[in-house]
């Protein structure tokens, strides 16, 4: 639309008159100060209304200090939550971003093409870094970013199945919020959830799902509830494998330390860490008792410079440590399938899990709330015919699922690249989105 300039209209005004009945009035002359201010005015207005103000903190990030308020027992300001994006800006920030913008190698930091991640672990759950630091790093390159690009950066915390994290770095942003003007940040969590398979081994599969948008004042209850159920699964698996094999000393603490669990905040899929733990403490202990060694010493030997991955019995024995005799034994097996989820009357029972429908509650009228697929094509390949049970997952969410963590490197590198693309298509529907699952200390400043 074209429009007419102030002085324009001004000029037209002063050469028209203006009658009152059949009497002329005196024109009106505007000093060319009146011009300057008045063509001022309708700039700014024009402006504005082309650029329209955001919001300093919008409702999300409100009901978040209210909550903050509350246990800190003092009056936290809104407005130093301000680079709290809430679900429609984060869509709007996320529909704009390209894969490449995700991906942390020297060369994108270098760049400042590294513009988001919206997948990151501290030590609250399997990471390395602590929150502070993290945040710190993030700052520190959010500003050189800016300063280059003119764009902030676009964040995510999503430790497994913990929120205190996510709390921790909601009080440190509320104490110097200037600190974080040029980031933006959106509190979430990596939730897991058993459900059927149908092409494995096991009548049933765990898969993960990230839940952006959450408010963790009201879900760590929840998450409490779900680590005191996995405690105490592990200590029945380890009192009834105790009581059948006593022969063989297991350890709390030694199963914490080699396979790199926090007893803080026990993961996912603990019955097959107990079973690898136990199955190959056991088979040492054998090995050990047959030459005449000392279990434990031999133990330690074979087992301190392996990845927690090769920590099983079926590794030690293809690299001819142990007796090709030496096998699992099913009283340990028998002890993890009673604890691991499993079909009763077609229905998941999940002793230390929630079930999908138990997400998909937890989550429903939570309208800031949106579920990604953490690693949708592990959970696709569960099933016969992918694409359809991909899709139906989505479907059965009420609408929860709006968004897949499809840019990871790692989530595909061991995919069929084929595979990659029939799930691709099936999940169009959805907003890609990605993150690096960092696990290392230094998260940018290795790059700076």
Not at 107 to 117: G, L, R, V
Not at 255 to 277: E, M, S, T
Not at 399 to 406: A, E, H, M, V
Request: net charge positive; proline share 4%.
């Amino acid at each position: 639309m074209k429009v007419m300039s102030v002085q324009n209209g001004v000029r037209n005004n002063n050469i028209s008159p203006c009658f009152s009945g059949n009497r002329e009035e005196k024109t009106k002359i505007i000093s060319p100060f009146e011009v300057i201010v008045l063509g001022a005015f309708s700039a700014v207005c024009i402006h504005k209304a082309l650029h329209p103000a955001s919001k300093v903190f919008n409702e999300y990030a409100k009901n978040l200090a209210s909550e903050l308020s509350k246990i800190k027992k003092q009056k936290i300001n809104p407005y130093s939550l301000s680079c709290i994006m809430d679900k429609q800006e984060f869509f709007h920030r996320t529909l704009r971003l390209s894969p490449r913008k995700y991906i942390n190698t020297p060369e994108n930091i270098e760049t400042y093409a590294f513009q988001a991640d919206l997948y990151m672990k501290t030590k609250y759950s399997d990471g390395k870094v602590s929150v502070a630091n993290l945040l710190d790093q993030i700052s520190e390159y959010s500003n050189k970013l800016f300063k280059r690009t003119g764009k902030k950066f676009v964040f995510a915390i999503t430790d497994q199945d913990s929120v205190k994290s996510v709390k921790e770095a909601i009080e440190i942003i509320a104490k110097n919020p200037k600190k974080f003007r040029n980031v933006r940040f959106i509190p979430a969590v990596e939730l897991s959830c058993a459900h059927p398979a149908q092409t494995t081994k096991n009548p049933c599969e765990v898969s993960n799902l990230i839940a952006y948008g959450i408010n963790p004042y009201k879900i760590d209850k929840y998450l409490d509830a779900l680590q005191q159920k996995r405690n105490s699964v592990l200590n029945n698996m380890f009192e009834e494998i105790q009581k059948q094999l006593p022969l063989t000393k297991f350890n709390k603490e030694e199963f914490f330390k080699n396979y790199g669990i926090n007893k803080d905040c026990l993961p996912p899929n603990l019955h097959w860490a107990v079973n690898n733990y136990a199955q190959t403490k056991h088979a040492v202990t054998i090995q050990a008792a047959r030459h005449k060694q000392d279990a434990a010493k031999l133990y330690e030997n074979l087992i301190m410079d392996l990845d927690a991955k090769n920590k099983n019995i079926w590794y030690l024995k293809n690299k001819n440590v142990l007796d090709n005799d030496i096998d699992e034994t099913e009283i340990i097996s028998n002890v993890r399938k009673k604890y691991e989820p499993h079909l009763q009357n077609n229905k998941v029972t999940a002793p230390d899990e929630s079930s999908f429908e138990d997400l998909v509650n937890l989550f429903n009228g939570e309208a800031e709330v949106s579920l990604a697929f953490a690693n949708p094509y592990l959970t696709a390949s569960y099933f016969n015919q992918p694409e359809k049970s991909i899709k139906a997952f989505a479907n059965n969410s009420k609408d929860l699922i709006q968004l897949t963590l499809s840019y990871n490197k790692g989530f595909t590198e061991v995919q069929d690249p084929k595979f990659v693309e029939k799930i691709d298509k099936a999940l169009l529907s959805l907003i890609n989105i990605g993150g690096t699952d960092n696990k290392l200390t230094n998260y940018i400043e290795v790059y700076l």
